[in-house]
């Protein structure tokens, strides 16, 4: 009787699988043809991009105060696309975490020390940072963005 069950289970085992390939092969060419995207295609990389250079003018001013402000809103920017494209979490940190076999490691680490910059940025009130400092932490952000696909 066990190798009954066996051979049942192998049986719809297999089954599975070929309606699988088979609904790919079907479903498909039918997405390609009506145009239906997925989660990363569904960004629009040229608004995204125009966004970024928004972010990256706000350091022409080189003053501290724009500089952190650039660094803030490039984390949200940040955020905001990790959460189009669907990546599951309670907030920047778990989304992140969440999708870390996206990344190579050196961008996850990355996108994780220009979030620390944002975190002392809005937690130590007296935090000091460089127009440099910013602009690296851009390019950190930058980075992983790139690496998402999003710009």
Do not use: C
Not at 32 to 60: F, G, M, P, V, Y
């Amino acid at each position: 009787m066990n190798r009954k069950n066996q051979q049942a289970s192998l049986i719809e085992t297999i089954i599975i699988s070929l309606s699988k390939g088979l609904w790919f092969l079907i479903s498909w060419p039918i997405k390609k043809i009506l145009k239906l995207k997925t989660k990363s295609e569904k960004l629009d990389k040229i608004a995204n991009l125009q966004k970024w250079l928004e972010i990256e003018r706000l350091l022409e001013s080189n003053d501290e105060i724009h500089a952190k402000h650039a660094v803030v809103v490039a984390d949200k920017f940040f955020d905001d696309i990790m959460k189009q494209m669907g990546m599951k979490g309670d907030n920047f940190g778990g989304r992140l975490k969440n999708a870390e076999n996206r990344f190579s490691q050196v961008v996850y680490q990355k996108v994780w020390d220009a979030h620390k910059v944002r975190n002392q940025i809005s937690h130590e009130m007296d935090y000091k940072l460089s127009v440099g400092e910013a602009k690296k932490t851009l390019d950190n952000f930058r980075s992983g963005l790139h690496n998402l696909g999003a710009i």
